[in-house]
């Protein structure tokens, strides 16, 4: 079953035993991964901030009022992969082994891409800490760069890949765009 397939699910006290990040009341807590196989595991996240033809001309000829804002958002991003538990209520810290983010000029957009690949040797995975990286690396853009354009569009944040751990590889569908 696909998420997209699954059913709404009860989240009440009856359903916590289904739900491993509730208790027995229902309440929130965070899993145990203690019982885990501790492997490598790797996950890729990408996501895109869409802007005006002319936010674009003004970032590649280096005309923004806040510095460079692809370079600001690479460091920010790979800061936010670190900090994902601080963030994310349910997440682990993991002591992470490599971030890769790429933050790059996409002129078919018009605006950035970001790919951020996040590795660790551990018992849980990295999914959280990729997504957080493209995420708070958009935003970083944005901020940077809404002096010019304040429609611009952070979109389609989203899981490329993850490998590792007990469900092994994992693939996203193609998606347009």
């Known amino acids: 079953m696909g998420l997209g397939d699954q059913e709404h699910r009860n989240t009440g006290p009856e359903a916590a035993s289904e739900l491993t990040h509730l208790d027995e009341t229902g309440r929130p807590r965070m899993v145990s991964v203690g019982d885990k ?75 950035i891409r970001a790919q951020a690949t996040v590795r660790v040797v551990g018992r849980t995975g990295v999914e959280m800490e990729a997504l957080t990286a493209v995420a708070v690396a958009l935003l970083t853009a944005y901020d940077m760069l809404k002096a010019l354009d304040r429609g611009m569009r952070v979109e389609s944040i989203r899981l490329l890949r993850k490998e590792g751990g007990r469900s092994g590889r994992w693939v996203a569908a193609q998606q347009e765009g």
Do not use: F, N, W, Y
């Open 37 to 111: 196989e501790v492997t490598e595991r790797e996950a890729v996240a990408e996501g895109r901030l869409v802007m005006a033809a002319s936010t674009l001309e003004a970032l590649r000829s280096g005309r923004t009022p806040k510095g460079d804002p692809l370079l600001v958002a690479q460091v920010a991003g790979i800061q936010a992969a670190k900090r994902t538990s601080e963030l994310i209520p349910l997440c682990h810290p993991l002591p992470l082994s490599g971030i890769d983010l790429a933050v790059d000029i996409d002129e078919g957009l018009p605006g």
